[in-house]
């Protein structure tokens, strides 16, 4: 092993991390992109933390050119780049959000993806090696919630982008393989957040802490166990999966 390169967004924490364990306990490497460090992945010889706050969105550019340059890509078995990190508030409903926090949650969850996504296809067209892009995205994307309005658009609109750039994809010689990921429901900050709102605050909070208390949140290592066997499998390019 030791040929394959990880680009992931979210690896501070959560899902990202776990993912990011796993790939470098593998002997691979992994670039994450982050703000905050994660004391868990820096122990790896071949995690490479890159420190960026994806609300930057025309900076992104010259990140990818930056984790590139790090890459022998021409002997490098597969790349993929997988866009885990996302923002969860605000949670309210849309005429309480103000435009600041709206924009925060679309660039995040929705825009820094789109943006890493064409970076990257433009950076390894020319070569001939196996390019995956890992999507994660939300059963929010296809069941509307009160308080919820701008993630679960960030996340339809993340299903979209995946099925319009699979499309794209499947009329070439090279193409990347592009797949969506549907996490379920996963034991997290970004869960932990949204059960500690008061009903008042978030009238679906109480469908968070009834998954939380009856068992039915999965673990990160699951999903990272799930996500990385989707790597290993040839998906249909531009599919949306559910774990």
Same mark, same amino acid.
């Given at each position: 092993m030791g040929k394959e390169h990880f680009i992931i967004t979210g690896t501070s924490r959560g899902i990202g991390e776990q993912l990011a364990q796993q790939?470098?306990?593998?002997?691979?490497?992994?670039?994450g992109i982050s703000r905050s460090k994660s004391d868990k992945l820096e122990r790896f010889a071949h995690f490479k933390h890159v420190q960026f706050d994806l609300r930057c969105t025309l900076e992104i550019d010259k990140i990818l050119n930056q984790i590139f340059s790090h890459i022998d890509i021409e002997h490098a078995d597969m790349i993929c780049l997988v866009n885990n990190a996302a923002m969860l508030e605000p949670l309210k409903t849309i005429d309480s959000c103000t435009p600041e926090e709206i924009m925060d949650s679309v660039q995040i969850s929705l825009i820094a993806p789109m943006m890493l996504v064409s970076s990257f296809i433009q950076r390894t067209n020319q070569y001939a090696i196996t390019r995956k892009v890992i999507n994660i995205s939300s059963g929010s994307a296809v069941y509307p919630a009160p308080g919820m309005s701008v993630y679960c658009t960030a996340k339809a609109g993340m299903n979209m982008f995946t099925q319009c750039v699979g499309s794209e994809?499947?009329?070439?010689?090279?193409? #990347?393989?592009?797949?969506a990921?549907?996490?379920?429901? #996963?034991?997290t900050e970004l869960q932990a957040v949204a059960r500690g709102k008061t009903n008042e605050q978030f009238a679906t909070s109480v469908f968070f802490k009834e998954a939380y208390e009856t068992g039915k949140l999965r673990t990160a290592e699951e999903v990272g166990n799930a996500i990385l066997r989707i790597i290993r499998t040839n998906e249909r390019t531009g599919e949306v999966v559910s774990i």
């Open positions: 790939i470098l306990e593998e002997g691979n490497h992994v670039y994809q499947r009329m070439l010689d090279n193409p #990347v393989e592009i797949v990921i549907d996490p379920g429901m #996963v034991d």
